[in-house]
T-cell receptor
Framework: SQQGEEDPQALSIQEGENATMNCSYK?????LQWYRQNSGRGLVHLIL?????REKHSGRLRVTLDTSKKSSSLLITASRAADTASYFC????????????FGKGTRLHILP | EPEVTQTPSHQVTQMGQEVILRCVPI?????FYWYRQILGQKVEFLVS????????KSEIFDDQFSVERPDGSNFTLKIRSTKLEDSAMYFC???????????FGSGTRLTVV
C-alpha cells in the first residue's frame, strides 16, 4: 500500500508554538498533499509538493519531502487556536493514477 | 472562490433503501471523485470519474454503488441497497488535473438505521 501514515496520532501544544507533523509512505509517488479537517467538517487542501521538490512554503506552513526516506513533514509556525484540526497527508502514486490515498491523520490541539 | 457543493448535508435512511448523494463539482474541473470517511477513521477512496466514465474504483465500490454525471453540472453517487456499515461521511471532490490538489465538498453524512 502506498498510503501515508502520520505521526504523531495526536499532538497538543501551546498557542504560539510550532507544530510538526510527519508522514511516511511506502511506494514511490508523484506528489504528496496535506489536508486539514475541522471536526466533522470537509477537507481543505493546504499544500501540494511534487516528487522533484524538497521544500515548499505557504504562509505559516512549511512542507518538506524526502523521497529517499519516503517521508514528509508539515510544520505550522506560530500556531493559533484556529489551527486545531486533524491534518492528513495524501499521496498520488503516479501521474497515470489520478486518485490520492490518505493516511490516518494527526489530531492537533492548540491550547490557549 | 469556487466550491464543490454537496447535498444533502445529512441523510438518514432505512437499511435496504436506495440513496442518491449529489455533488456539483467546480465547473472547469474534469476529474471527479467520491471518498468516504467512517466516523473516527481515515478517508477512503471510492471511485474516480473522468471523460464520462469510471477511471478507477476501490474494493469498497461494489455492485451496490454507482456514479453518474447526468448533466453538465451534477455528479451523483447512488447506493442501491444501503447497509448499516454504509453509515459514513461521503465526500465529493473535483480537480482540474487528475491527482493534483483536490477541492472537496463539505460532505454528506449518511446514517443508515
Amino acid at each position: 500500500s502506498q498510503q501515508g501514515e502520520e505521526d504523531p496520532q495526536a499532538l497538543s501544544i501551546q498557542e504560539g508554538e510550532n507544530a510538526t507533523m510527519n508522514c511516511s509512505y511506502k511506494t514511490s509517488i508523484n506528489n504528496l498533499q496535506w489536508y486539514r479537517q475541522n471536526s466533522g467538517r470537509g477537507l481543505v487542501h493546504l499544500i501540494l509538493i511534487r516528487s522533484n521538490e524538497r521544500e515548499k512554503h505557504s504562509g505559516r506552513l512549511r512542507v518538506t519531502l524526502d523521497t529517499s526516506k519516503k517521508s514528509s513533514s508539515l510544520l505550522i509556525t506560530a500556531s493559533r487556536a484556529a489551527d486545531t484540526a486533524s491534518y492528513f497527508c495524501a499521496t498520488q502514486s503516479s501521474n497515470r493514477d489520478d486518485k490520492i490515498i490518505f493516511g490516518k491523520g494527526t489530531r492537533l490541539h492548540i491550547l490557549p | 472562490e469556487p466550491e464543490v457543493t454537496q447535498t444533502p448535508s445529512h441523510q438518514v435512511t432505512q437499511m435496504g433503501q436506495e440513496v442518491i448523494l449529489r455533488c456539483v463539482p467546480i465547473s472547469n474541473h474534469l476529474y471527479f471523485y467520491w471518498y468516504r470517511q467512517i466516523l473516527g477513521q481515515k478517508v477512503e477512496f471510492l471511485v474516480s470519474f473522468y471523460n464520462n466514465e469510471i477511471s478507477e474504483k476501490s474494493e469498497i465500490f461494489d455492485d451496490q454503488f454507482s456514479v453518474e454525471r447526468p448533466d453538465g453540472s451534477n455528479f451523483t453517487l447512488k447506493i442501491r441497497s444501503t447497509k448499516l456499515e454504509d453509515s459514513a461521511m461521503y465526500f465529493c471532490a473535483s480537480s482540474e488535473a487528475g491527482g493534483d490538489g483536490y477541492t472537496f465538498g463539505s460532505g454528506t453524512r449518511l446514517t443508515v438505521v
